[in-house]
């Protein structure tokens, strides 16, 4: 059964600071989502990951994986307030679109 | 990417009662799923909808619970039946266009039930 951990779970930062979240899965696959979700909202997709060494950046987020690792990173740089949201990770379980994921790490960044 | 409309996009029920949410996507989709949100929490996945054949359930969910439709490739509704207030949460439509591509989430059902 795959299992999908994020951590931290919760993650407090002053703006302009960098943080890291990390994703860690314990079977083999190759596709990784990254989702924002805002408070009373929907999942936005933020990155799709297919590949061991794939890497997308979008504004002051970066996200990469390695499946040899079982793991991504979610990387935050210079953080701004409107970052603050929840962030999920989920992977696909063996090709079949159906995405576990993570329990989610709540990001507030204070100014 | 699509525009997926899901209906109602809340309610309060009494225990008991049953409650049918509607998923509206405005192009054809290879798959649709349904997850359930409890509040504070991550997503779960329900079942895959599987388009003119019964849905595909997950550990822990049941047809009799959760019946669900899928009859052509653009809708899927997804009934909770008998309520109780452990079904308290958000339900999610989510479409996809193959593995390549993210799924797309609906606006959800925020389902109280009293």
């Known amino acids: 059964e795959l299992k999908v951990e994020q951590n931290p779970l919760f993650l407090s930062m002053q703006e302009g600071k960098n943080y890291t979240i990390y994703c860690n899965y314990s079977t083999t696959s190759d596709r990784l989502y990254w989702y924002r979700q805002d408070p009373g909202k929907s999942l936005e997709s933020l990155f799709v990951?297919?590949?061991?060494?794939a890497v997308k950046q979008e504004g002051r987020l970066m996200a990469s994986l390695d499946t040899k690792a079982r793991l991504s990173t979610l990387h935050i740089t210079a953080a701004v307030h409107d970052l603050s949201a929840t962030y999920f990770c989920?992977?696909?379980?063996?090709?079949?679109?159906?995405?576990?994921f993570g329990k989610g790490t709540k990001l507030t960044v204070n100014p | 990417s699509a525009v997926i409309s899901q209906k109602p996009s809340r309610d309060i029920c009494q225990r008991g009662t049953s409650l049918t949410i509607q998923c509206q996507v405005d192009s054809q989709v290879t798959m649709m799923f349904w997850y359930r949100q409890q509040p504070g929490q991550s997503l779960t996945l329900i079942a895959t909808?599987?388009?003119?054949?019964?849905?595909?359930?997950e550990s822990g969910f049941v047809i009799d619970k959760f019946p669900i439709s899928r009859p052509n490739l653009t809708f899927s509704t997804l009934t909770v039946s008998n309520m109780s207030p452990e079904d308290s949460s958000i339900y999610l439509c989510s479409v996809g266009w193959g593995p390549d591509s993210p799924l797309h989430f609906g606006n959800g059902t925020r389902l109280t039930v009293t």
């Open positions: 989920a992977v696909d379980e063996g090709g079949s679109e159906k995405l576990v």
């Open positions: 909808a599987n388009q003119g054949s019964e849905a595909t359930y």
């Open positions: 990951l297919l590949s061991n060494g």
